[in-house]
């Protein structure tokens, strides 16, 4: 009896080390608790995933070493819990919870835990993929052009709605069947084979005369099938699409005429009028130095036709294809003058434009700028001007590189800038730099031979505005006009013209139709010239047209400077000069 309860003994032992070690062996993690929840069983996969040895674990229980453990409920209810996932580490596990019976009674509970990391990344691509397939599905089959899909073999794999409708049936009747059995002529199983595609071609699919493209689908080097599109339904479609490129292609062209007109100058020698000695020979003089690339400073009273000389210079010269950028020096306040001059990068300053703006000098590369009213430009611009002269580059505001640009630089001007040099509000090294060819216009009061055609001209020109036909001035006018010194010159002269076409009543203007301004100075001005100097003359003609156009606006400077002719700058100058209180 002895040797056989040791035999027993043995043979029980070596059961429960076999069972220890097949616990050990498998590759899931088993814990099995008793029925107050102490650690009875814990393998070595579960020692890996929890970081526990299993003699530190055996006899703990079980909520110190899995504190969120499901196997006391187990425990307590004696139901199993098949499929529960949870986390640790970052990777995901599936635990199947049962309790252990014996006779009848809970004696305790295992929880055997399986890694499905990589099973449920699988899980998660083919998801991904079976998404993204009906994605496509749908995509394809809510298409407004039609696609049908072949493989190798020329066995359609897959077609949408629109193709199936063109051929009058269901997808589900093509799909499956040989390209050839469900469609005429088609070339799609060649295509499949060749693995050449086949684009813009005309085939007739159940009546129609379709536009389609064959394209093959290739995988590793391999052509694998071929997929078919039509791209118009009908040949009348490419028809109206091609009527619609036509039409964009007109009208891109209309704006790039547009953009043109607005960076090329407008006038030429012959938009200037008149025959005087003066004018003819400032005319010729145009024509040659325009020939040169050298900078050109044009000076002139306001109003007597600096900007039309600019443009004739442009218009005469090798540049007249290229841009001709304007800048009005006084317009443009100092602090945006700088910016506008040579660009600025983006974040250069507080309301900078993303991605930075080009400079008027950048958009005149190759062709002409014209600085108008340079005299009004502060010396710290004057500085850069000169740099940017001298170099021929300029640097944007906020950035630290130059560009090389080509320009012809032509300025004018109404002030004395000789004067304003002595006073230090010009630099003697720009004027130098900007009076290398000097074109002085003279003012209206100088060539009055020129006074009978620029009537005419402007009379002409508001015909054709206003639609009427005004023929000229009364005889009165015509000594007024004579008589008159125009302070505006012809600026002044255009403005006169155009404000009498707006009260005239006949084919003749009459002194009645002018500015009050004229009125006065046609009952008065005889006598003036008898008992005063022709500088006096002027002076108080000039200012009691100036307090007459202030007058006449209610003291807006701005609407006084355009009704007589002038810049707003010079309109102040002279109330400053004339003491003429606002």
């Known amino acids: 009896?002895?040797?056989?309860?040791?035999?027993?003994?043995?043979?029980?032992?070596?059961?429960?080390?076999?069972?220890?070690?097949?616990?050990?062996?498998?590759?899931?993690?088993?814990?099995?608790?008793?029925?107050?929840?102490?650690?009875?069983?814990?393998?070595?996969?579960?020692?890996?995933?929890?970081?526990?040895?299993?003699?530190?674990?055996?006899?703990?229980?079980?909520?110190?070493?899995?504190?969120?453990?499901?196997?006391?409920?187990?425990?307590?209810?004696?139901?199993?819990?098949?499929?529960?996932?949870?986390?640790?580490?970052?990777?995901?596990?599936?635990?199947?919870?049962?309790?252990?019976?014996?006779?009848?009674?809970?004696?305790?509970?295992?929880?055997?835990?399986?890694?499905?990391?990589?099973?449920?990344?699988?899980?998660?691509?083919?998801?991904?993929?079976?998404?993204?397939?009906?994605?496509?599905?749908?995509?394809?089959?809510?298409?407004?052009d039609g696609?049908?899909?072949?493989?190798?073999?020329?066995?359609?794999?897959?077609?949408?709605?629109?193709?199936?409708?063109?051929?009058?049936?269901?997808p589900d009747q093509i799909v499956g069947r040989h390209v050839t059995e469900v469609m005429e002529n088609t070339r799609m199983h060649i295509v499949a084979q060749t693995g050449r595609p086949e684009i813009g071609d005309l085939q007739r699919i159940n009546g129609h005369d379709v536009v389609v493209m064959r394209i093959p689908i290739i995988k590793e080097g391999r052509t694998i099938g071929a997929v078919g599109k039509i791209m118009f339904k009908d040949v009348s479609e490419l028809n109206a699409l091609a009527k619609k490129i036509n039409s964009l292609y007109s009208e891109l062209a209309y704006y790039k005429d547009e953009l043109k007109k607005y960076r090329e100058?407008?006038?030429?020698?012959?938009?200037?009028?008149?025959?005087?000695?003066?004018?003819?020979?400032?005319?010729e003089t145009t024509r040659k130095v325009a020939q040169s690339n050298s900078t050109v400073l044009i000076r002139g009273e306001t109003g007597t036709g600096k900007e039309l000389f600019a443009h004739a210079l442009h218009m005469e010269s090798c540049r007249r294809y290229a841009p001709f950028i304007k800048v009005n020096c006084a317009a443009i306040p100092e602090n945006l003058l700088e910016s506008e001059l040579f660009g600025y990068a983006e974040g250069a300053f507080t309301g900078a434009k993303k991605g930075g703006q080009v400079g008027k000098f950048e958009l005149a590369n190759g062709g002409t700028i014209f600085l108008d009213e340079i005299g009004d430009m502060s010396l710290h611009l004057q500085a850069k001007l000169l740099r940017v002269l001298q170099e021929k580059e300029v640097e944007r505001l906020g950035e630290n590189k130059t560009r090389k640009i080509d320009v012809r630089v032509v300025a004018a001007t109404n002030k004395n800038l000789e004067e304003l040099?002595?006073?230090?509000?010009?630099?003697?090294?720009?004027?130098y730099r900007l009076n290398v060819i000097s074109l002085t216009i003279p003012p209206l009061r100088e060539r009055m031979e020129d006074l009978e055609p620029l009537v005419y001209h402007f009379i002409g020109k508001y015909?054709?505005?206003?639609?009427?036909?005004?023929?000229?001035?009364?005889?009165?006018?015509?000594?007024?006009?004579?008589?008159?010194?125009?302070?505006?010159?012809?600026?002044?002269?255009?403005?006169?013209?155009?404000?009498?076409?707006?009260?005239?009543?006949g084919n003749t203007i009459l002194v009645q139709d002018l500015p009050m301004y004229l009125q006065k100075y046609g009952r008065s001005?005889?006598?003036?010239?008898?008992?005063?100097?022709?500088?006096?003359?002027?002076e108080q003609t000039e200012k009691a047209a100036i307090k007459e156009a202030l007058s006449i606006t209610k003291g807006n400077k701005a609407q006084a400077a355009k009704l007589l002719g002038i810049s707003r700058a010079w309109l102040y100058q002279k109330i400053e000069k004339y003491h003429i209180e606002v």
């Open 147 to 170: 696609l049908i899909v072949v493989n190798r073999d020329g066995m359609v794999t897959m077609v949408n709605g629109a193709f199936s409708t063109l051929l009058g049936t269901s």
């Open 463 to 505: 015909n054709h505005e206003f639609g009427v036909n005004v023929t000229g001035l009364a005889p009165a006018c015509w000594n007024l006009f004579r008589n008159y010194h125009w302070p505006g010159n012809i600026r002044e002269l255009a403005n006169v013209i155009e404000r009498a076409f707006n009260v005239v009543e």
């Open 421 to 431: 040099i002595k006073k230090g509000k010009f630099r003697a090294d720009l004027f």
């Open 525 to 538: 001005g005889k006598v003036l010239v008898k008992q005063q100097t022709l500088q006096a003359l002027l």
């Open 1 to 144: 009896m002895a040797v056989e309860r040791r035999i027993k003994e043995e043979i029980q032992k070596e059961i429960e080390a076999m069972g220890r070690d097949i616990l050990n062996s498998i590759h899931n993690g088993v814990v099995a608790v008793d029925r107050r929840g102490i650690i009875v069983v814990f393998n070595k996969t579960l020692q890996r995933i929890f970081n526990c040895t299993e003699e530190y674990a055996v006899g703990k229980h079980i909520r110190e070493i899995v504190p969120y453990t499901g196997l006391l409920k187990v425990l307590e209810t004696g139901k199993s819990h098949i499929g529960r996932k949870f986390t640790i580490g970052g990777r995901i596990y599936l635990t199947n919870r049962t309790p252990i019976i014996r006779n009848g009674r809970i004696i305790g509970a295992v929880g055997v835990i399986q890694d499905i990391t990589e099973l449920q990344s699988v899980v998660d691509e083919l998801q991904s993929v079976k998404d993204l397939k009906g994605t496509l599905e749908t995509i394809l089959d809510s298409a407004y």
């Open 265 to 283: 100058a407008k006038y030429g020698l012959d938009n200037i009028v008149g025959n005087s000695e003066a004018i003819k020979r400032l005319k």
